[in-house]
T-cell receptor, first 111, second 114 residues
Framework: DQQVKQNSPSLSVQEGRISILNCDYT??????FLWYKKYPAEGPTFLIS?????DKNEDGRFTVFLNKSAKHLSLHIVPSQPGDSAVYFC??????????FGKGTKLSVKP | DAGITQSPRYKITETGRQVTLMCHQT?????MFWYRQDLGHGLRLIYY???????DKGEVPDGYVVSRSKTENFPLTLESATRSQTSVYFC?????????????FGPGTRLTVL
């Protein structure tokens, strides 16, 4: 049973526009939510996180929003750039210190 | 070089053979993890280690063995490889459990079991 769900396997946006990646979770006890970015043939790299006590966290072009009542978070990228094309994983910190990942969303930003 | 490295990067083996994937980190992070990435599953935890000589199972540990005699190394062994273990394997390290931005991933090992 998936605890972290990314229901859109892919997303295509035009350069300069907003990219919105969505994630749903089932466990209301999760403390942290994270987004990782992954390029082909590389390991995931940390992008941005949010604590469950906040509803928004910004870092430059990247903003994560958390809606606890809906158990939903989203990553906004504004403006999107071709270099943002990658697979984005939503994750939550698990009880073993590990990360519980969604299946990922492949973002393509077209020039 | 500083960081986290994995070897080999690519490996092809046959069913029933033993395979060891290596992971080495230079930060002296206490926590180390092994994940596998499969199409349609994201990344799933195989084993983790909180410190040298302390290891524990993750979500999908069957068919795998780990050891951690030194802080910097965390090898993953497939005792008798099966086709279902064809996957991309990622090693990660971190300072503290539960602190979200301190897990760093290696480049991955793509393993094919024929």
């Amino acid at each position: 049973d998936q605890q972290v769900k990314q229901n859109s396997p892919s997303l295509s946006v035009q350069e300069g526009r907003i990219s919105i990646l969505n994630c749903d979770y089932t466990n209301s006890m999760f403390d942290y939510f994270l987004w990782y970015k992954k390029y082909p043939a590389e390991g995931p790299t940390f992008l941005i996180s949010i604590s469950s006590i906040k509803d928004k966290n910004e870092d430059g072009r990247f903003t994560v929003f958390l809606n606890k009542s809906a158990k939903h978070l989203s990553l906004h990228i504004v403006p999107s750039q071709p270099g943002d094309s990658a697979v984005y994983f939503c994750a939550s910190s698990g009880s073993q210190g590990n990360l519980i990942f969604g299946k990922g969303t492949k973002l393509s930003v077209k020039p | 070089d500083a960081g986290i490295t994995q070897s080999p990067r690519y490996k092809i083996t046959e069913t029933g053979r033993q395979v060891t994937l290596m992971c080495h980190q230079t930060w002296s992070h206490s926590y180390m993890f092994w994940y596998r990435q499969d199409l349609g599953h994201g990344l799933r935890l195989i084993y983790y280690s909180a410190a040298a000589d302390i290891t524990d199972k993750g979500e999908v540990p069957d068919g795998y063995v780990v050891s951690r005699s030194k802080t910097e190394n965390f090898p993953l062994t497939l005792e008798s490889a099966t086709r279902s273990q064809t996957s991309v394997y990622f090693c990660a390290s971190g300072v503290l459990a539960g602190v979200p931005d301190t897990q760093y991933f290696g480049p991955g090992t793509r393993l094919t079991v024929l």
